[in-house]
């Protein structure tokens, strides 16, 4: 019985050593990200070939980009890929991030009821659609979380000459979620709500809602990626993550980000070094 007792105890224990082992060689990086990259598919696609090619594995963590960047400047992600070009600026420029590089676009589009009580549907100018829908005081879906897609509709109110915080009311719901639940949350109130269009053409609950509203230059929606700086946390993982962002711009990477596709349709366009 105490030599039976002594061998599982050494079968335990050599199966820890060598569990312990192999996950301390195995290379991860965390990519703090926003929910339009995650709920959109597209990590889910372009990621196991990255993994395939270099062995990296690749832990996401979607988040608002506001809530991305902060989670950043405390350390607790290797890179940022993101979708906020001023916040992101502003990131570089406090030393929190180096290395940043445009990496793919798509555009925002204004989805709304398709009845439409605002009349806004056909038009190709979002601040005349945001100013009729304030007129009309019709529901309106807006994240509320600091992501980059709510930072683009606070922009969007502003050249509409709406000042929101002061002129919202019951009519303006903030959700401070991510971009799905926001749109499940429009889909059950037939609401207006801005949404990147990746979200919205992998999103399957549309109910009655559409795209209203496309195509004006200001809905033009920029996605960057950067390392955390590792002077400032040590512990970032530099190498692996650079070769990440290098991929991400490489033929490679942006081959794969273009052959991304939902119902036919290329929901990212690469654009890296333009």
Do not use: C
Not at 240 to 265: C, E, H, N
């Amino acid at each position: 019985m105490v030599v039976t007792r002594r061998v599982i105890l050494a079968f335990l224990l050599a199966a820890a050593a060598a569990w312990t082992s192999a996950h301390a060689q195995e290379k991860f990086i965390t990519v703090a990200s926003t929910t339009s990259t995650e709920q959109s598919g597209l990590f889910g696609f372009i990621l196991p070939i990255f993994e395939k090619s270099t062995g990296i594995k690749v832990r996401v963590v979607a988040l608002g980009t506001g809530q991305a960047l902060d989670m950043a400047r405390r350390g607790d992600a290797d890179v940022v890929f993101v979708h906020d070009p001023a916040a992101e600026r502003k990131f570089v420029a406090e030393g929190h991030g180096i290395g940043h590089r445009n990496v793919m676009y798509n555009d925002f589009v204004l989805i709304g009821p398709k009845s439409d009580p605002a009349k806004v549907a056909g038009g190709k100018d979002i601040t005349a659609a945001l100013k009729k829908i304030q007129a009309a005081q019709a529901p309106f879906v807006s994240r509320g979380d600091r992501s980059g897609t709510h930072a683009a509709e606070l922009r969007l109110w502003k050249e509409a000459g709406i000042d929101i915080a002061k002129q919202k009311g019951a009519w303006y719901r903030e959700t401070g979620s991510g971009m799905g639940p926001a749109l499940n949350t429009a889909s059950s109130m037939n609401a207006y709500l801005l949404s990147d269009r990746g979200t919205w053409l992998s999103f399957k609950n549309r109910g009655d809602l559409a795209i209203l509203v496309e195509g004006d230059q200001r809905l033009f929606n920029q996605y960057g990626v950067m390392l955390v700086n590792p002077a400032k946390h040590p512990h970032v993982k530099k190498d692996l993550g650079q070769k990440f962002m290098d991929w991400v711009v490489s033929p490679d990477g942006q081959r794969a980000i273009a052959q991304y596709t939902v119902g036919g349709q290329q929901l990212f366009f690469p654009n890296a070094g333009k």
